[in-house]
């Protein structure tokens, strides 16, 4: 019987249903106020992840290596205008202490943002997981006793425990977290633009090469981690089964065969789980690899237009920053 639902695991899910996806999101009313405030943390952290980079090239254009005639960061051009309009002169000890500073400041700040903001969710997630168990169990009491016949109880407390706690992470670490990838993404695109368009376009180069290699790992992970969970119920399955009559099996000499099959379901668990091993471990190097040639990219072609006084250090050093903070998201949304 185990190999039927785990069979039916398989065949019967889907990559996302949106009528699912809505009936999910109506758990997240009750705590809508949490659900925003945790929007505009994301928004917040975002805001102070692409500022500090700003930061960095304010303080060297404008203190460390100013290059007369250089192509520098808009934002370091604006925020020298803005303080010689102001009458604000720093000599270049005291503005690299105070660019310093308010870099560091932006770092804390970020950290207890985030700490809010995880705070906030995790515990969000822990009163809607309370919600789900509640109404699961409430539902499970008012069905007819055939239901328990066609369905072993080990699958049944797979859906209380192990599902419901995969929703958790999709309410702690799904929707919150993806609008603020996505925020930061914008983010980041639109700052190196308007700070270099020739440099972002060299950045962006590529990102095709990203997208192909996201698109490979997100069927292959939703492949074979719908198949962990469908052999996990399995294996849930047989055991409420076995254990509950063991003085069957024991009665009838049948121990040798039935650890055969379990051995066999467990196998099949742990050959899922290393499926599931090889995607992430092909993945993650890949995109540290392309990350690495956008680097070497931004060296090769910033480099050069160092040395020919149309680019600023300070832009150049941003330039290295954003393209670490660009590839993450990617990752993350993959």
């Known amino acids: 019987m185990s190999e039927v639902f785990e069979r039916h695991e398989e065949e019967g899910a889907k990559a996302f249903d949106k009528r699912l996806a809505r009936r999910l999101l109506r758990y997240l009313k009750p705590y809508r106020l949490r659900a925003t405030a945790s929007v505009a943390l994301v928004i917040f952290s975002s805001l102070l992840e692409i500022a500090g980079p700003a930061i960095i090239a304010i303080g060297v254009d404008l203190y460390v290596k100013p290059l007369s005639g250089a192509n520098t960061v808009g934002i370091s051009q604006r925020f020298g205008e803005w303080l010689a309009a102001h009458g604000w002169s720093f000599d270049s000890l005291t503005g690299i202490n105070i660019a310093a500073t308010f870099y560091f400041v932006t770092l804390f700040a970020d950290f207890a943002v985030l700490y809010a903001q995880m705070v906030l969710m995790n515990l969000m997630g822990q009163y809607i997981m309370y919600d789900l168990r509640k109404q699961i169990f409430q539902h499970l009491q008012r069905l007819d006793i055939q239901f328990f016949d066609r369905n072993p109880v080990g699958r ?114 742990r050959d899922a789980n290393i499926d599931s091993i090889f995607y992430y ?43 670490q903070r660009f590839y993450e998201p990617i990752s993350d949304l993959s």
């Not at 958790?168 to 695109?189: H, S």
């Not at 392309?290 to 150049?316: C, F, K, P």
């Open 156 to 269: 049944l407390m797979t859906r209380v425990t192990t599902d419901v706690d995969a929703l958790n992470d999709m309410f702690t670490a799904g929707f919150v977290a993806i609008f603020g990838d996505i925020f930061v993404l914008l983010g980041i695109i639109i700052v190196l633009f308007w700070m270099n368009w020739r440099m972002a376009l060299v950045l962006f180069s590529i990102t095709p090469f990203i997208l192909l290699v996201s698109m490979w790992f997100r069927r292959g992970a939703r492949l074979t981690y719908r198949q962990v969970r469908a052999r996990i119920a399995a294996i849930n399955a047989f055991l409420q089964e076995h254990i509950s009559g063991m003085s069957t099996v024991q009665l009838f000499n049948r121990e040798e065969r039935e650890m055969e099959k379990f051995d066999e379901l467990n196998a099949r668990h």
């Open 281 to 323: 471990a092909v993945f993650y190097p890949v995109i540290e690899l392309i990350q690495t040639v956008g680097i070497a990219l931004i060296v090769w072609y910033g480099g050069g237009q160092v040395l020919r006084n149309t680019l600023s250090v300070g832009a150049l050093i941003a330039f290295f920053q954003y393209a």
